[in-house]
């Protein structure tokens, strides 16, 4: 995996053809890149998000993120009421309460997490928590 500027990449290396091939993850847009080493690779990443953004900069329009920081979770009824029940006990929001938490279990040893960090302080939107 590679990221530049928001842009998440997932790489193979292709045998037959000797080189390493990446493809930018998570977009309805395509965006590709080949190297024939290692040390092209990061280059070639780089090339062509920097392209894909100077086209749609020509075109007129925004282009497209891998990520909109929103999605949707079901959940059981009786989990959804002790989510809520333990935001409210850590005076969070249910969002901040969310965040936290999968901040936490996807960190890395020595991450500094500073969305975790943000969303420790007390709550922002009471109406959020429903």
């Known amino acids: 995996m590679m990221e530049y500027m928001g842009y998440i ?9 000797g080189a390493i091939h990446g493809t930018a993850i998570s977009l309805r847009d ?3 890149f080949e190297a024939e080493s290692v040390g092209e690779l ?11 953004l100077e086209f749609s900069a020509e ?10 920081g929103k999605f949707n979770v079901r959940v059981p009824p009786d989990l959804h009421r002790r989510i809520v ?5 850590d005076n969070m929001t249910m969002n901040s309460w969310f965040v936290r938490t999968l901040a936490s ?6 991450d500094t ?8 302080s007390p709550r922002r939107q009471a109406s959020s928590c429903a």
């Open 113 to 120: 997490n500073e969305l975790a960090d943000w969303f420790e």
């Open 59 to 68: 075109l007129g329009r925004e282009p497209e993120r891998s990520f909109s």
């Open 9 to 17: 990449a997932n790489v193979v290396y292709d045998e037959s053809r």
């Open 42 to 52: 990061e280059q070639a990443f780089h090339d062509s998000v920097d392209d894909y």
């Open 105 to 110: 279990s996807v960190a890395k040893p020595g």
């Open 30 to 32: 395509v965006i590709t």
């Open 85 to 89: 029940y333990r935001a409210e006990l």
